[in-house]
């Protein structure tokens, strides 16, 4: 997987939404049917537009183990005893040279074995808090929701994008809701800047390391 760019993810712009008509009784204090209207609503985000703060406390950790052994071993012997009623050294009594006659027999032994191990351990964290936008709303009132929050500090900038889903009834009275609680969630945390290009090698380093064949 390559490095995430930022500009992958864009953020749904503002939503215009008009106001909804209200229906008046002549003579009536009642302002009709909206926002204002409810007596023993609070401000939590249940519209477009309308703004929640999500806390986002992720941890993941993963290890896995492999160990392979395999092991060959194989033995295999010939050997003549008789050929058209020669002798079965066909006469050669000093074979290359060496004193020694000629066997027409044959005994190999083949044999090996291989043992390998590995590990991997993968552990990450993050903690955070982002102020996201209702961008859309289902059917059943869930909410789509989607943030960006771009920090700079000397030249170094970090961006972190939170989209998701969430349900109404999850968000605590403080307008606020656990990332826990985003389905389809898509967390984002990345940075540009020289301390963010210096956690990687340079391009020569990364070809040698594709044409390395050892």
Known sequence: MGNVRPDEY???????TPPPAVARTDGSL???E?????????NRARYVNDIVTIT????????????????????????????L????????????????ALD????????????GSGSTTRKGELKASISTRVVDMFPNGNLRIAGKREVVINNERQILIL???????????????????????????????VAQEKQHPGWMARVLDEVWPF
């Open 104 to 115: 027409p027999s044959y005994e190999t032994t083949k044999s090996n074995s291989y043992d």
């Open 163 to 193: 989209t998701g889903v969430i349900r109404p009834e999850d968000i605590q009275a403080n307008n606020t809701i656990q990332s826990t609680y985003v389905a389809d969630a898509k967390i984002i945390l990345t940075g540009q800047g």
């Open 56 to 83: 986002v406390n992720e941890s993941a950790e993963g290890t896995k183990d492999v160990t392979t052994k395999t092991s060959n071993k194989s033995d295999n012997s010939a050997a003549i005893k008789a050929f």
């Open 10 to 16: 864009q953020i749904p712009s503002y939503v215009p």
């Open 30 to 32: 009642w302002p009709g």
């Open 34 to 42: 909206g926002r204002s209207s409810v007596l023993f609503a609070d």
């Open 85 to 100: 009623g020669l002798p079965l050294n066909l006469g050669v009594k000093n074979l290359l040279g060496l004193g020694t």
